[in-house]
């Protein structure tokens, strides 16, 4: 299974509105990020944050961590048109003595103008 | 400043043909890279990373295979293509694990 999942699945919000999606992971990070990626193009880095913080600022963007519930959260606040996109989260995690980045399913966010 | 290139976009090509999907990435050296496929409407799936030259891991049991025959290029390879290979394929580096990446624009492939 996947290491991050995301939920909502799909969220459909009125331009202005603020947009939370969840992220759930099951072992261990050393950071998480979340990427955005347009229809039908590669993903964009929005904001990485490490596991020894809590909460985290870009612009519109504001992200939380838990990692006693292994949890984060985005929120994008005053939500416009062109936020339009899915969004994934990516957690990183040892493997054979390596470290490597998995994503999540995404959620898929419609913003109506 | 860095630069991924992943060529083709589309691809379009028939069951059992081979397949040949290339990435190379510009302004780093011995980047982290991944290959990965997404299903439509759906999340990234790993296939493959390679942390050097000759240095492959794989993911998922399945008809593909990915060499790195430079420090800054990455091959996705099939000797025999089929249907459930469709897919969008999204090449991407990073730094090393842990950091960001920055992924291609990806390739649509359709087997028919």
């Known amino acids: 299974s996947q290491q991050g999942e995301e939920d909502p699945q799909a969220l459909s919000i009125q331009e202005g509105e603020n947009a939370t999606m969840n992220c759930s992971y099951k072992?261990?990070?050393?950071?998480l990020q979340w990427y955005r990626q347009n229809s039908g193009r590669g993903l964009v880095h929005l904001i990485l944050i490490r596991s020894n913080e809590r909460e985290k600022h870009s612009g519109r963007l504001r992200v939380t961590l838990d990692t006693s519930k292994k949890s984060s959260s985005l929120l994008i606040t005053a939500s416009r048109a062109a936020d339009t996109a899915s969004y994934f989260c990516a957690t990183d995690s040892n493997s054979g003595g390596y470290q490597k980045v998995t994503f999540g399913t995404g959620t898929k966010l419609q913003v109506i103008p | 400043s860095q630069t991924i290139h992943q060529w083709p976009a589309t691809l379009v090509q028939p069951v059992g043909s081979p397949l040949s999907l290339e990435c190379t990435v510009e302004g780093t050296s011995n980047p982290n890279l991944y290959w990965y496929r997404q299903a439509a409407g759906r999340g990234l799936q790993l296939l493959f990373y390679?942390?050097?030259?000759?240095?492959i891991s794989s993911e998922v049991p399945q008809n593909l295979s990915a060499s790195r025959p430079q420090d800054r290029q990455f091959i996705l390879s099939s000797k025999k293509l089929l249907l459930s290979d469709s897919g969008f394929y999204l090449c991407?580096?990073?730094?090393?694990?842990?950091?960001?990446?920055?992924f291609g624009q990806g390739t649509r492939l359709t087997v028919v």
């Open positions: 991407a580096w990073s730094v090393s694990a842990g950091f960001e990446a920055f």
């Open positions: 072992t261990s990070i050393n950071n």
């Open positions: 390679s942390v050097g030259i000759g240095q």
